[in-house]
C-alpha cells in the first residue's frame, strides 16, 4: 500500500480546534478500517480514532471522546480528524494507519500502509 499522507498540523491554544486530514490511494481506503494514532516523546503510541470501510462505525480512545471527530470521505480519498477543545496533553505527532481491531484495541495492519505524522503542539 502506498504510505497515507497526513496535514494540517499546527499549533493551538489550550481550548482551541484543528483539524487534521489523511490521504491514500483509493485501494487503501476501499479496503481498510482507517485509523488515527499519536506518539509524544514521553509517551507511549496512542489510540486516537477509527473509522470503518463504510464509514458507518466510529470509535474513540478514551482521553479524546467527546472532542475529536473522525470521518471518511470516500470520493477525494481522505480522512479527517476533527479535534475540538485541545489540551496540553494532545501535543503529538498524529499519524494515520490502516488499522485492524482486536477487541477493543487496535493495531497498525501493515508497515507500510502507516503515514510519517504531523505535529500538533497544544500551548497552555
Known amino acids: 500500500q502506498a504510505q497515507p499522507v497526513e496535514s494540517g498540523g499546527g499549533l493551538a491554544q489550550a481550548g482551541g480546534s484543528l483539524t487534521l486530514s489523511c490521504t491514500a490511494s483509493?485501494?487503501?481506503?476501499?479496503?481498510?478500517?482507517m485509523g488515527w494514532l499519536r506518539q509524544a516523546p514521553d509517551k507511549d503510541r496512542e489510540f486516537v480514532a477509527a473509522?470503518?470501510?463504510?464509514?458507518?462505525?466510529?470509535y474513540y480512545g478514551d482521553s479524546v471522546k467527546g472532542r475529536f471527530t473522525i470521518s471518511r470521505g470516500s470520493t477525494e480519498n481522505t480522512i479527517t480528524l476533527q479535534m475540538s477543545s485541545l489540551k496540553p496533553e494532545d501535543t503529538a505527532v498524529y499519524s494515520c494507519?490502516?488499522?485492524?481491531?482486536?477487541?477493543?484495541?487496535?493495531?497498525?495492519?501493515?508497515?507500510?500502509?502507516w503515514g510519517r505524522g504531523t505535529q500538533v503542539t497544544v500551548s497552555s
Open positions: 494507519a490502516c488499522v485492524v481491531p482486536d477487541g477493543i484495541r487496535w493495531f497498525v495492519a501493515e508497515n507500510a500502509c
Open positions: 483509493g485501494r487503501t481506503f476501499s479496503m481498510y478500517d
Open positions: 473509522i470503518s470501510v463504510s464509514g458507518g462505525a466510529t
